[in-house]
């Protein structure tokens, strides 16, 4: 444990928090723009959140196009990591990852490329648990600087972590208490069901830590396999999950999370996860840049990538 | 190696699933993986046990998985199949920390004397070999409540220190899990294809209680890294039944899980 006040590495002090979020146009404007536009806003050295977890709401498209843009030494937080994760280490784009589980799912098994990455050191590698993600967020969100918790005691992932975690003696019960300090990404890439053009987002089905990391995040990048009028949410805006003034861009993606799902509208692509998996268990890393070349370098669009799923589009 | 076994017709997966099954009271809420557990749990609601929550840590509350439809993800719309609440990750698992959750149920290539588990690393946490998938909500279960650790009874698993620490069962022993800060939960009992184990309510050391039938005692020894406690009186699993065989095999037809 650490003396003396320090800022956890993904944690900014709040005043510049603050400073960060008064500067962003918070009003009801159209924020509509294509994949490549929304994810040139981001930055080399970015933390970038992931919405969605596993294979499951993944904001695939987003992704996808990030690593075709080679973005460098990001930070990239989600709580349970699927084949993602697999394409952002493979691609060179991060320095930290940070998640409690990594695996393309657990009929695949271990994933060679995080394997090969964290193995040999090539990335920074921080495993917390599924909660303790979601209660840092959370802090992020309700803008404090730490949520206690009762978990990751007893157990060696403190002492494994980048960042020092600190621990307290409640002054009310005189327990023991982790201190989970806020994450506030400086992104959020997150992949709904329908949204209209100011980012008023409604997602069905599992929600995941999301709105937390949308409400954490300096800005929000929207994914929608739909875009909707601003009439048909303010006809049902108890369904909506994240808020217009969270959000920076808009891009209308249909099947934005293949070949992971999105429910509703599409299952996971199994078979073509398995093929996948071929690609990474017969040759680890330069496995997974072969696939890579094939669905994501050389397509000339996201159209192009969902042909080679064998989604067409219609017109 | 005893009459039963030799004329077993049942698989570790089958054996494991129908053994968590009969510890999964009706009207309990439990909290579970997919895979083993998960099978159980359905068997036991197809069973002794029609009132049985299960929660994911996905974020569903109560979900009835439909045969030959089974999730290969807690985080997946197949795992929420008439689920009565999708709750964000956060909240659900705050429900363990709340003490809505009777029993978790977790696994891991690693558990040792203490019964903690390790799914993180094999080797040094510094240069690991391999790197494994990781905690997901199991730290969280076994930090916060009664936790049954469903475990293939192996040699290289059986270690008597885990290489690393994810879930903590008794810690060091003795005290130790509440002097590290963990005032709740802990390990009820580890199920392994050989046997059943709890933890010696003072030493915190494992402890066989029960042998699967057809199984010896050397048999539980000759597949661990370490000497557990052995109490005098042991008893003796009921084999599955045909009933119970037949559920499952109804529920995996693919035999996704069932291998």
């Given amino acids: ?315 | 190696m005893g009459k039963h076994q030799m004329n077993q017709t049942y698989t570790t997966s089958e054996l494991l699933s129908v053994m968590c099954s009969r510890v999964m009271p009706d009207g309990a809420i439990i909290f579970a993986g997919v895979g083993v557990p998960l099978l159980g749990a359905t068997l036991a609601q197809r069973l002794h046990a029609p009132k049985l929550t299960i929660l994911f840590e996905g974020g569903i509350i109560g979900p009835f998985i439909q045969p030959g439809r089974l999730p290969s993800s807690t985080n997946e719309m197949r795992t929420a199949e008439k689920a009565n609440m999708l709750l964000n990750p956060t909240d659900v698992l705050a429900l363990l920390q709340r003490g809505y959750v009777d029993i978790g149920f977790i696994g891991g290539a690693q558990i040792d004397q203490y019964a903690n588990v390790n799914s993180s690393y094999i080797g040094s946490y510094r240069q690991p070999a391999p790197r494994l998938p990781g905690s997901g909500g199991g730290n969280d279960i076994s930090s916060l409540v009664e936790t049954i650790v469903i475990m293939p009874h192996e040699k290289k698993r059986f270690v008597e220190n885990v290489d690393f620490i994810t879930s903590p069962g008794y810690v060091a022993g003795g005290n130790s899990r509440k002097d590290a800060g963990l005032i709740s939960g802990g390990v009820l009992k580890v199920i392994t294809n050989l046997c059943v184990f709890d933890c010696d309510a003072v030493t915190r050391r494992l402890c066989v209680r029960a042998l699967h039938p057809g199984v010896t005692i050397d048999a539980v020894l000759d597949n661990m890294g370490f000497r557990p406690e052995i109490p005098d009186d042991l008893e003796t699993s009921e084999p599955p039944t045909g009933e119970e065989l037949e559920i499952l095999r109804e529920l995996d037809p693919t035999r996704i899980y069932l291998k």
């Fill in chain 1, 1 to 315: 444990m650490t003396t003396g006040f320090q800022s956890a590495p993904d944690t900014p002090h709040y005043v510049d928090l603050r400073a960060r979020l008064a500067k962003r146009d918070r009003g009801l404007r159209d924020k509509v723009m294509s994949l490549s536009e929304a994810i040139g806003t981001i930055a080399d050295g970015d933390h970038v959140a992931i919405g969605g977890n596993t294979f499951s709401r993944t904001p695939f498209a987003a992704i996808w196009e990030l690593v075709r843009q080679q973005k460098k030494r990001l930070t990239v937080s989600r709580s349970i990591t699927s084949t993602e994760g697999d394409f952002l280490l493979a691609g060179g784009c991060v320095d930290k990852y940070m998640t409690s589980w990594f695996s393309q799912g657990i009929l695949w098994g271990l994933s060679r490329v995080m394997r090969d990455f964290v193995e040999n050191g090539k990335v920074t590698y921080e495993e917390w648990s599924h909660m303790s993600l979601g209660m840092m967020y959370r802090a992020g969100a309700l803008g404090i600087p730490f949520l206690p918790t009762r978990v990751m005691m007893g157990s060696g992932m403190p002492e494994a972590l980048v960042t020092s975690l600190e621990t307290m003696t409640c002054p009310y019960s005189g327990d023991k208490l982790l201190l989970l300090p806020a994450l506030n990404p400086n992104v959020a890439l997150i992949h709904v069901q329908r949204a209209d053009k100011y980012g008023n987002a409604q997602y069905d089905g599992l929600p995941f830590m999301d709105a937390d990391m949308a409400m954490a995040a300096d800005r929000v990048i929207l994914t929608t396999e739909k875009i909707i009028s601003n009439d048909d949410i303010r006809n049902a805006p108890d369904h909506t999950k994240i808020p217009f003034m969270a959000v920076d861009a808009v891009v209308e993606v249909p099947y934005g999370a293949a070949p992971h799902e999105c429910a509703g509208f599409y299952e996971p692509f199994y078979k073509h996860m398995d093929e996948y998996a071929d690609f990474t268990r017969k040759n680890g890393v330069p496995g997974a840049l072969d696939y890579m070349q094939e669905h994501i370098f050389e397509p000339r669009d996201w159209t192009g990538f969902l042909k080679k799923l064998g989604v067409g589009l219609p017109n």
